[in-house]
């Protein structure tokens, strides 16, 4: 039943297994899948993971995907939140059939709820939130009866009637369900099944003071929507128990729920109640912060789309949780990166180098490749003239055995254009090389060299005179351990202090061409894209990733 060729498809996950079995069975005739994201922050990594697994299952199999908002708690939600939302699911390449809100359902819900009530399922509940805690028991001992379980019917009735016009402060009531106080399965024990909260909705305004909880309005929603494949992830497994109780016991469509194992990163949080408090201290810039983990803060910072997706496939599906090494994801962003991002030079910590012999004021545009890995983003000019800037770190005075860069009596080519040979040096009064004097080899120009000479060096560089100066946002981890959340005190006291080095560039002209968003290889420093902090005075690149995996090789 699988709609796309099968020749170069992996071996089915366990879900895709299931889905297949179904579709082969007769039991479904086309798949019904649905991400269910809360309005209440910005998505990050880990939904990424469900979008790709949701949006993917109806894409390798007949059938469809809604997008619905969870928006049952009024007080966390907002509508700026839905657009992101909406707007990253997009970016990363997919679209919904239908989109829904918990909230286009509460009518129906409240209809739902008066049905148990009816068949003695559900009561009113005075108790507090803490009454109710305390008689919940614990795993190995039961809880008890609620004092007010046992209400009639028609006072349950009146009560939720009250409840739902406003005449009731918030935690003075709930509705609960009526199932065991004494279930092996503690979320069997009279679930709460909505809540008093006079707040207002961001779609439904002040109609509802009363709200239904997760575990009533998902279940039910997938109903609604007749989704055959409930995804969800495996926190949610004890739930599923009382998810078919409701389906059963209100006798409407047959959802069934699935769980697959989250895959947590390390050196990362995903959990939007801590991403949300380093927005509000401000130890980020806001949720589309470059060093967060939310699918906005990846784009800005440059990863793409492929790229994590490719991660989100490669990690799979599976029904036990680990931990996996961020490494991986900054692998798949450098693959794709290196087939598709433009070659600039970018001097990062310049050190000037003047060609006493090539001629003052005089420009001569030499040419160099704009990606090596495709030939047809052709060739751009570069301007060359007497003083250019090179990394300092590309100049030694003293050099070591196996250095092929420039120092005195040595050659080196500079990228594009022509081999140099370092005659002298200039030092301030605290001993700092300051300036290098070199002259160029004629007739050694790149792509018409005839000198027969061999460097083993090859410099990137930027004229003195046309570098365009750039502001480069150098971003490493947000985290300096593994797990942040299991280390001991607050997780915020493991913020990475380097996470972030601000410091201007010297860029070759072309780089003023840059388009936001536009990803580049700055030659031998790394992957950067355009900020859209940029204004016309000045350009803003963000560090996407280094050309190598510098933690690993630091031993990290």
Known sequence: MITEDKKEEKSLNFIEEIIDADLQSGKYTQIITRFPPEPNGYLHIGHATSICLNFGLTKKFPGYTNLRFDDTNPVTEDTEYVEN???????LGFEWENENYASDYFDTLYGYAIKLINEGLAYVDDSTSEEIATLKGTPTEPGKDSPYRNRSVEENLALFEQMKNGNFPDGSRTLRARIDMAHINMLMRDPILYRIKHAHHHRTGNKWCIYPMYDFAHGQSDAIETV???????????????????????????????????????????????????????????????????????????????AIRDFCDRIGVAKRENMVDVGLLEFCVREDLNKQALRRMVVLDPLKVV?????????EMCHSENNPEDISTGNREIPFTREIFIEKEDFMEIPSKKYFRLAPGKMVRLKGAYIIQCDDFVKDENGEITEVRCTYIENSKSGQDTTGINVKGTLHWV???????????????????????SEDGDFKDYLNPDSLHVITGYAEPALLEAKEGESFQFLRKGYFAKDPDSTADKLVFNRTSTLRDNWAKAGN
């Not at 939302?85 to 970016?91: A, E, G, S, T, V």
């Not at 060609?355 to 420009?363: D, K, L, M, R, S």
């Not at 005179?465 to 300096?480: C, K, M």
Request: glycine share 6%; aromatic share 12%.
């Open 463 to 485: 004229s003195a005179v046309h570098a365009a100066e750039i502001e480069v946002r150098l971003y490493d981890r947000l985290f300096s351990v593994e797990d942040p959340s």
């Open 85 to 91: 939302i909406k707007n990253d699911i997009r970016w």
């Open 228 to 306: 055959t494949h409930s995804i969800c992830t495996l926190e949610f497994a004890p739930h599923r128990e009382l998810y078919d109780w409701l389906i059963e016991k209100l006798g409407i469509y047959t959802s069934h729920q699935y769980e697959f194992a989250r895959r947590n990163l390390n050196y990362t949080v995903t959990s939007k109640r801590k991403l949300l408090q380093l927005v509000q201290e401000g130890r980020v810039s806001g949720w589309d912060d470059p060093r967060m983990p939310t699918i906005s803060g990846m784009r800005r910072r440059g990863y793409t789309a492929f």
């Open 355 to 363: 060609i006493t012999n090539f001629p003052e004021g005089v420009t």
